[in-house]
């Protein structure tokens, strides 16, 4: 190693260290004259080749929080319902003196803790409720705060007074301010010892060649700051779409290339578009195979069709069915709703143009009350198309989804028979992906004549419906669905144009 392998910044921490062997930061940057981010950058530096060594040590600490310092004072919910029984209570009187706040959360560590138990709302005291460690913690940090003024995490808490479940029952319960401090001591090494008797020499260092220097030819008895050529460059990651837009504008490219026309249509729709014209019953289980977000607001019913629809539901109509039976009500299907999916936008476009050729879809988000979970959320975004034709026939239907799939990327597509209230045959789309097998991806059929004679339409109807979050989910390799709608700025970075899609 030669005197030209350390920059200044690292020679004079190396000085530094070399009169001192460890320090902490602050030592050095006395002696070396140099800044504390300069003199840290430069010890890590010097860790790199040998000659210094960095510790770290990370302390905890804590403080009490606003709440922390109130239940400190008054006891923890539990303590302060537990204190006031004077035998079995039922949980009722016991909202009457506490707020029910304070009462949900006492009763709930009272069970943890085994204080008390519940039997038919009446709250049964234990025999004994010992002082416990969170308590212990919370009287500590509060006599202490008292004496330091101060309430912010500037204590220890020793292992002998709390264990780490404790502490973090504290932290959970938002009891408690956590803040951790690291402190780093540098150490000069054996070799960094060696290297400092020889001798260093500060020099003036050239970071930058300017026109001057090459012109009064001094460039050639300078001293330039070292750069390591192999260290990897600083990733730049250029602007682009989201994954998600990516995937929707591809799909939407796929069907405009087969010749379809975009459509689109209210988020609020009408029961009776989302639901009657679709031939789904006003009082059957079928309807609820959609959870719905249900609307204070009404929609005028289209006169033009309300009668068929009526007739169609309740004995079938001019169809030739026997219908759903029982009465329609005009006022259930002016109600309302969240649409539950984009069909209720195809049909009501359907209905304005009754005669073919159509070829129609529609990319756009739908809304269903589903618990969040890696497979759910309560709005989606749902591929809605028809094609209306003479002479249209189911196998034309399965024709033009295994084309949309093949394009798409996936190789091998099978359908399996499915149910649906409105079309009739209706099968499940599915593909092949490694590992995981077949997947099912939406919904498929042509539409039954209760849905198309009452709206006018003579000429068969291919409908399907397919979830582009779950296609989404497979071209990009994600697990969990809430991903393709998190701010995740590093997976939007590094996320590549060209992986599957």
């Not at 008895?221 to 989201?242: L, M």
């Amino acid at each position: 190693m030669t005197d030209y392998d350390l920059t200044n910044n690292e020679k004079k921490v190396l000085l530094a260290l070399n009169e001192l062997e460890t320090a902490e930061l602050k030592d050095i940057v006395e002696i070396s004259s140099l800044n504390g981010d300069a003199s840290m950058q430069a010890a890590f530096l010097l860790e790199e080749k040998g000659l210094a060594k960095v510790d770290e040590e990370t302390t905890e600490l804590y403080g009490l929080s606003g709440e922390g310092k109130e239940y400190a004072e008054a006891g923890l919910p539990e303590r302060q319902i537990i204190d006031s029984l004077e035998g079995e209570t039922p949980l009722e009187d016991l909202r009457n003196s506490f707020s029910p706040q304070l009462v949900g959360i006492a009763t709930g560590w009272l069970l943890k803790k085994k204080w008390a138990k519940i039997e038919d709302g009446v709250l049964v005291p234990a025999d004994s409720a010992p002082k416990g460690q969170d308590e212990e913690v919370l009287s500590d940090l509060y006599e202490n705060s008292l004496e330091n003024n101060t309430f912010d995490p500037v204590f220890e808490l020793p292992a002998e007074l709390a264990s780490e479940k404790v502490i973090s029952d504290l932290l959970k319960r938002k009891l408690l301010d956590k803040e951790e401090y690291t402190t780093r001591r540098i150490l000069i090494t054996a070799a960094g010892k060696s290297y400092a008797s020889k001798g260093i020499e500060i020099t003036e260092e050239i970071a930058q060649i300017t026109p001057e220097l090459l012109k009064s030819g001094d460039w050639e008895n300078k001293y330039y700051r070292p750069y390591k050529v192999q260290k990897p460059v600083k990733p730049i990651y250029g602007a682009k779409a989201h994954p998600y837009q990516r995937l929707i504008d591809q799909m939407r490219q796929i069907f405009l290339e087969m010749g379809f026309t975009e459509i689109k249509g209210d988020i609020i729709q009408s029961s009776f578009w989302n639901f009657d014209a679709l031939f789904q019953p006003q009082d059957h289980p079928a309807r609820e195979m959609q959870d719905t977000f249900h609307l204070d607001s009404r929609s005028e019913t289209p006169e033009k069709y309300v009668d068929k629809i009526r007739a169609v539901h309740e004995n079938g109509g001019e169809t030739g069915s026997c219908g759903w039976g029982g009465r329609w009500s005009s006022e259930i299907a002016e109600k309302d709703v969240l649409r539950t999916h984009t069909t209720s936008v195809t049909v009501k476009y359907l209905a304005d143009n009754p005669v073919g050729p159509v070829k129609a879809f529609c990319i756009d988000r739908a809304y269903r009350r589903e618990t969040i979970d890696p497979t759910h959320t309560p709005e989606f975004e749902q591929l809605e198309g028809v094609v209306m034709d003479k002479d249209m026939s189911f196998a034309d239907l399965l024709g033009c989804l295994k084309e949309f799939y093949n394009r798409m990327g996936f190789e091998e597509v099978r359908f399996r028979p499915g149910y649906f209230p409105y079309t009739e045959p209706s099968v499940e789309p599915e593909v092949w992906i490694d590992g995981l097998g077949w997947v099912e991806l939406g919904g498929a059929g042509v539409f039954r004549k209760e849905v198309t004679t009452p709206l006018g339409i003579t000429e068969p109807v291919l409908a399907w419906g397919l979830g582009v979050s779950r296609v989404a989910m497979l071209k990009l390799g994600l697990k969990d669905l809430r991903e393709l709608y998190q701010s995740d700025i590093d997976w939007l970075r590094k996320s590549e144009i060209g992986k599957g899609i």
